[in-house]
């Protein structure tokens, strides 16, 4: 990966299961880029299985600056959570939830037993989803008259900017990106034209 780059689940996993000496493993990853979306998906599980032991999880939101959270959800400390955060560190995911549900099967399997069958369900879940490279993406607001549009429009042509949003009203408002390492080309490229103005926009 380059220094613009990361990776994350294009979409929700399959749900895979895993056995262990009785116990039921049920593996689930989702995309995710806000711990409101990592509640709803939390939420979601937790109706599908209301009769399990344990939903035990992690998670890692964050493209540049990155902060995460493991939860045992009452199993052991760090047998549980940690192994399932371990492999999302090992699949270089970012954006991502992975949720592991454990229906207890009449057999104890230590703390060297959990920390490998969630692990294990957390490797299948990432496995049984799609993984997809993404750019991070520096934004730009671009203020200017209408007289300038032309100007504007060949510019973000030429520099193959996304456009993002557009407000024509007295005056325009566009709000275009591109990917951080050529962000420094962005203001310069609209110099020649004073009376735009380029504001860019906090990132994440």
């Not at 009452?74 to 992975?98: D, K, R, W």
């Not at 549900?101 to 230590?110: D, N």
Request: hydrophobic share 35%; charged share 25%.
């Amino acid at each position: 990966m380059t220094n613009d780059t990361y990776k994350t689940l294009e979409s929700p996993g399959s749900e895979v299961l895993f056995k262990e000496k009785g116990s039921k493993f049920f593996g689930y990853a989702f995309p995710v880029t806000s711990e409101d979306e990592v509640r709803e998906c939390l939420d979601t599980i937790k109706a599908q299985h209301h009769s399990a032991r344990h939903w035990c999880y992690a998670w890692q939101l964050g493209t540049e600056k990155q902060r995460h959270r493991a939860n045992d959800d009452g199993e052991p400390s760090n047998s549980a959570g940690m192994p399932i955060y371990g492999q999302i560190q090992s699949f270089e995911l970012t954006n991502v939830l992975v949720i592991v549900v454990r229906y207890f099967g009449g057999t104890k399997l230590g703390v060297g037993g959990l920390i490998q069958a969630y692990k294990t369900a957390a490797q299948m879940a990432l496995e049984a989803s799609a993984v997809e490279e993404r750019t991070i993406d520096t934004e730009f607001l671009l203020e200017f008259q209408y007289k300038d549009m032309s100007h504007v429009m060949r510019v973000i042509k030429e520099r193959n900017l996304n456009l993002l949003n557009q407000e024509m009203g007295m005056d325009c408002r566009i709000t275009v990106s591109t990917r951080k390492s050529e962000a420094h080309l962005v203001i310069p490229a609209f110099e020649p034209y004073y009376e735009v103005k380029v504001t860019p926009a906090d990132q994440d």
